[in-house]
């Protein structure tokens, strides 16, 4: 399983059975220029955990050009079918979990909100564990640590977990390393983090806590690659 990383929270899982993308927030997204356009995205699956701009992105438009399926709470695919025509959704909700030909995929809670860039009601935040090839990788979503973190841990011991550290709308840098002590994960990513003003962050000082914590970080800039 390999892990292309496209700025804030946007990444793809490229798996031997499917291209799972997350949270494509390409247009716009400053940390993303250069690196990568929406339409060289072409996912079999698209994973959105919750209905904010910065998250659902360009999901419409690389659904309607691949085809791909969209999973998400049911306010959001109800969205997708009612505002963008695309019919070919799953909906899911906190504590689902569905088996696809190529793994398995858990819906977690994040606490966070969620709101359509016109205001409306997204429906509950959420995460997402890939149970795939044997690994697991948890993205939190845009959350700040929680107890419940740690039966995430004991249920399914995170090869990698991909967490928020920006601060001021999810957890910083040590809220996250808290989150990281509850999750134990072999491996943690940052993410959505110095896309603008209000999240930037000392990224250096992450990686000094998580290794004075005693648990391993890799920091990737836009475009980076993880082999899982």
Known sequence: MKLVYFGHSAFQLETGGATLLVDPWITGNPRAEGVISPDELNPD??????????????????????????????????????EHGHDHVLAMNTGGAWTFDWGKVHQTYARHS???????????????????????????????????MEWIGDDFEPDL????????????????????GLLRPD?????????????????????????????ATRVLEPGGVLEI
Request: some cysteine.
């Open 45 to 82: 699956v698209i994973f959105l955990t919750h209905a904010h701009e910065d998250h659902l992105g360009d999901a419409p438009e690389i659904a309607k050009r691949s085809g791909a399926l969209v999973v998400s709470n049911f306010e959001i695919t109800s969205y997708f079918s009612r």
């Open 114 to 148: 969620s709101s359509f860039p016109d205001g409306g009601y997204g429906g509950n935040p959420n995460g997402f564990v890939f149970e795939i090839e044997g690994k697991s990788a948890y993205a939190a979503g845009d959350t700040c640590a929680f107890a419940e």
């Open 161 to 180: 977990a991909l967490l928020p550290i920006g601060d001021c709308f999810t957890s910083g840098i040590r809220d996250a390393v808290r989150a990281a």
């Open 187 to 215: 491996l943690t990513v940052p993410v959505h983090y110095n896309t603008f003003p209000p999240i930037e962050v000392d990224v250096s000082q992450w990686e000094q806590l998580m290794d004075e914590a005693g648990f």
